[in-house]
């Protein structure tokens, strides 16, 4: 059986017995101090996972200063996308799963203990890789940890080094100047912001250097999409708000945006969850717009 977006502890606990090859990768980190993740990582985790780190796996290399203090890089290394998380190229990216010994054959689960916050962009990228089967373990490690799912510490033994294999994606990415062009176009785009409420108004702006957000976007905090239990919202209720929210605008044309292309990611998922088709994601986000500023910004 293929999973493809959600997946429960009782479902990944059958993966883990049927015999189907499976990867779990532990995404857990911590913007404000980013090596909390793989100590968290090294204290508990699912046992057999893999930790991604969000920096240095799931955002591209930035070169090394050469001799003049020019920051090169090679052509494997230039970024998919601009902004504070800019995603690597998807070669680069196949390196990576490659040196893991991810496989295309496997089914990829991924978690964080950070209301999926982190996870999600792995799920992202796997899609953007062309590859179908991830799914995201609802409710994290926690919910993991409260049916009583193996668990290890410390560091897991190498993989084999695989071949993994890029595909056609299976998720868009806009880029800024596709989303800059659209702001002209009537209903050729609907922005959801999935920052804080304070931040998409412009009152605080702890991380970017100016704040306001994107004329026209909406407001949906990443945060919204979770139940008390830690869980993604039932289909119903997540469709429902989302309908509420996009107020009869296509839902086709839903483009997903944060601070740096990370926290949207749980907004796209639930829209999913939800029943709507794949929408897209601007991964550079509000730190690539405010980058230029001849960008317009509003403030509400």
Known sequence: MTYTTLISPAQLQAL????????????SFDLGNPSAGRQQYT??????????DLDQHLSARHGAPSKDGVVLTAQTDQPA??????????????QWLSAVGFRNDMQAVVYDRQGCNFCGRLWWMLKWAGHDA????????QAWVAVNGATSEGEEASHFQSNFELHDSLRQLVTV????????????????DARAPA??????????????HIPGALNRPFTENIALDGRFKPPALLRAEFE???QNRNPSTVVHQCGSGVSALPNLI?????????????????????SNPERPTAKS
């Open 16 to 27: 883990q017995s049927s015999g189907q090859p499976y990867m779990v990768f532990d995404c």
């Open 43 to 52: 204290q508990n985790h699912i046992a057999g996972a893999v930790y991604a």
């Open 81 to 94: 996308s601009g902004g504070r998380h800019p995603l690597p190229s998807r070669e680069r990216f196949a």
């Open 134 to 141: 991830v799914a995201v373990l609802d409710g994290g490690l």
């Open 177 to 192: 100047s596709q989303v800059e062009a659209r702001l002209q176009q009537a209903d050729a785009q609907t922005i959801i």
């Open 199 to 212: 931040r998409y108004r412009g009152e605080v702006e702890p991380l970017d250097p100016v704040a306001g």
């Open 244 to 246: 509420a929210l996009l």
């Open 270 to 290: 639930a829209m999913e969850v939800a029943g709507f088709a794949p929408t897209q994601l601007f991964a550079g986000s509000w730190s690539e717009w405010c």
